[in-house]
């Protein structure tokens, strides 16, 4: 329980004071941060609570949480399909456990446990490969029997329809969850902001200035502001604005989308998910059922969503699901993906100096917040990249040493 809810119990009907409160901007901060959402914020949380360096600026050009932070769909998990990815991952899935007691803040994480599901033979050797690799690595991941999945989640309907695609087994991964993403926006700003750190919401980054190679600061409509270092977490939009530092990053940007229906009584209690099928669906808190899709082959940042999206992912969903066939949408909406060739994240230093960026995150950026940004405040403070980030590194692909990891992207 938050110690907050506590306090307000005493408090008779005051109102909780504002969590964040606009702060004047500065003309120089130590670190620049561009990016409002959740690894923004993360980063500048860790910054002051493990380095004590509070003399930190959050730039977020809507308000905080407006893109990918407030538009994913909420699952974390670890299992993942190459080493340094798994590591990543189980280190940030760690972190998420107690993460309500570090901020103090009821984030509504609630375990369900994750069906990866296998319907061709070359993607039931992938979860068998899968769940190997986790359980070497100390993530709890199991392959699973048709009738096994029968019996831990009984509204799967095997044959999916019977469309010729009947589900062969699957990888389970008990741990996966669900948790509020707003509330961790929310979290990570008031915590910050409780250490120092000022976060400035409706304050655009329009240019980054540079001198001799250096990145020096940024520019702003509110005008210039001087930094000791910059570092990009525009998701996105991290392309774009890595070019202001005269940074080129292998990114190319693509809509996910996703939508809810309205609410129904429990009756999902995991999180389901096919790569075959390009689907995954979970049950809220609120009862609404939430299903997305692959990403859309072309790039763009428009956030527009579509109603041939909506026709195809709802179909599917009712081939694994069949009883959500009575059930009514309610909304969908759409978010920005940043893609990289290898599906991997890039975190770390660029040719530009001073100038760090962490990006890259494609469909699963929300499940590494934590550990990247206690890897990346880590970086900042003490000049060297953590062992954990280095094969994440941007040059990776200048030296051939890419971490292909697009089996584990599945759909989410």
């Not at 080493?83 to 280190?91: D, M, N, T």
């Not at 570090?102 to 899968?130: I, K, M, P, V």
């Not at 910050?192 to 750190?197: E, F, M, P, S």
């Amino acid at each position: 329980m938050s110690f907050k809810l506590v306090r307000q119990a005493f408090n008779g009907n005051r109102p909780l004071p504002r969590m964040w409160q606009p702060r004047e901007l500065k003309a120089s901060y130590d670190v620049v941060i561009i990016g409002g959402g959740a690894h923004g914020l993360a980063i500048a949380y860790y910054l002051a609570s493990k380095h004590g360096i509070i003399d930190v600026g959050v730039f977020e050009r809507s308000y905080i949480g407006a893109g990918g932070s407030g538009r994913n769909t909420t699952v974390l998990r670890a299992n993942y399909k190459m080493p340094e990815s798994v590591e990543f991952f189980r280190e940030s899935f760690n972190l998420y456990k107690n993460l309500s007691y570090e901020l103090d803040y009821n984030l509504l994480r609630s375990t369900r446990g994750l069906f990866w599901l296998a319907h061709t033979e070359s993607s039931l050797q992938a979860q068998r490969e899968r769940a190997m690799l986790n359980q070497a690595l100390g993530v709890d991941t199991v392959f699973v029997t048709p009738e096994e999945i029968e019996e831990l989640c009984p509204p799967i309907d095997l044959s999916c329809g019977g469309k010729g695609r009947p589900i062969l087994g699957g990888s389970y991964h008990p741990p996966g969850s669900v948790i509020r993403h707003d509330a961790v926006v929310w979290a990570y700003a008031a915590a910050a902001q409780r250490l120092g750190v000022d976060v400035h919401q409706n304050v655009e980054v329009t240019g980054i200035t540079r001198q001799s190679g250096r990145c020096v600061g940024i520019e702003t409509p509110a005008g210039k502001v001087a930094a000791g270092t910059v570092i990009c977490a525009g998701g996105g939009w991290v392309s774009s604005v890595a070019r202001l530092a005269g940074v080129r990053l292998p990114i190319t940007t693509h809509p996910l989308q996703a939508f809810v229906t309205e609410a129904y009584k429990p009756a999902l209690h995991r999180i389901v998910a096919s790569a075959d099928m390009l689907v995954y669906v979970s049950q809220t808190s609120r009862g609404e059922f939430l299903a997305g899709a692959e990403i859309e082959r072309y790039p763009t940042y428009s956030t527009r969503s579509t109603a041939s999206f909506l026709a195809e992912c709802a179909s599917r969903a009712i081939d694994l699901l069949p009883f959500m066939a009575k059930l009514r949408i309610l909304r969908q909406w759409t978010g920005l993906c940043d893609m990289t060739p290898d599906y991997s994240p890039i975190m770390g230093l660029t040719e530009a100096d001073n100038f760090i960026v962490n990006a890259g995150w494609g469909t699963w950026g929300f499940k590494a917040v934590p550990i990247a940004g206690v890897m990346i405040a880590e970086l900042v403070a003490t000049g060297r990249v953590p062992e954990l980030i280095e094969p994440f590194r941007l040059d990776r692909f200048k030296d051939d040493r890419a971490v292909p990891d697009r089996s584990s992207a599945g759909t989410h």
